[in-house]
């Protein structure tokens, strides 16, 4: 699977958007790009994920450079509770099964 | 619709001894993966398995660690004669697909002494 590059760590104020980027210069054509997230070593959350295509769910969006060499999750208004640590992980999906590869990832830090 | 379930959330073991995971993957979901984190790290794939077969082993230690995932119940991660290093948190994810999503469950903490 393509490596990941991601800001070891930012800060948000509370009530504003958070934007964390990704950059995934060397991803494959059939890979695709997920974020998970990690609150206080509980178990990793799934927020959402993509190939080409711009996406949004209830959680958060997900915009994916033209040339899919970079990304960046939007967290829309932030809150305390979204503190965490993010990781955006780029996976081939076919039927050979592939683990998450995960990287050190994006510690957010949502500030009141 | 329950989560991944994993129990013991936590298990403290002496050195030597055996520690038994157990995952019980969502409902409908028959694929598992196996995840350790050990202190200040990121997560690491362990074992792959569907049921009744483990498809990829390759970031399991070859001594001393076993999964296995039956026809009926959880899958297990067993591991014998524990030593300190193996202190970790252990996440279990599941699927209902190779292609799918995973979904992780709360993860068990080891603790050896």
């Known amino acids: 699977d393509a490596k990941t590059t991601q800001p070891p760590s930012m800060d948000c104020a509370e009530g504003r958007a958070a934007n964390l980027p990704c950059n995934h210069s060397t991803i494959s054509g059939n890979e695709y790009v997920y974020w998970y997230r990690q609150i206080h070593s509980q178990g990793p959350q799934y927020i959402i994920h993509g190939l080409k295509n711009n996406e949004t769910n209830e959680m958060a969006s997900l915009i994916i450079t033209e040339d899919r060499k970079s990304s960046t999750l939007i967290l829309p208004h932030a809150t305390l509770r979204d503190t965490a640590v993010y990781y955006c992980i780029v996976r081939v999906v076919d039927n050979a099964g592939n683990m998450l590869t995960f990287g050190g990832g994006t510690r957010l830090m949502v500030k009141p | 619709n329950a989560g991944v379930m994993q129990n013991p959330r936590h298990l403290v073991r002496r050195r030597g001894q055996e520690a038994r995971l157990r995952c019980s993957p969502m409902?409908?979901?028959?694929?598992v993966y196996w995840y350790r984190q050990l202190p200040e790290e990121g997560l690491k794939f362990m074992v792959y398995l569907q049921k009744e077969n483990i498809i990829d082993e390759s970031g399991m230690p070859k001594e001393r660690f076993s999964a296995e995932f039956p026809k009926e119940g959880p899958s297990i991660l067993r591991i014998q004669q524990v030593v300190r290093g193996d202190s970790a948190a252990y996440f279990c994810?599941?699927?209902?697909?190779?292609?799918?999503?995973?979904?992780f469950g709360p993860g068990t903490r080891l603790l050896v002494l």
């Open positions: 994810a599941s699927s209902p697909a190779v292609q799918e999503t995973q979904y």
């Open positions: 409902k409908g979901h028959s694929h």
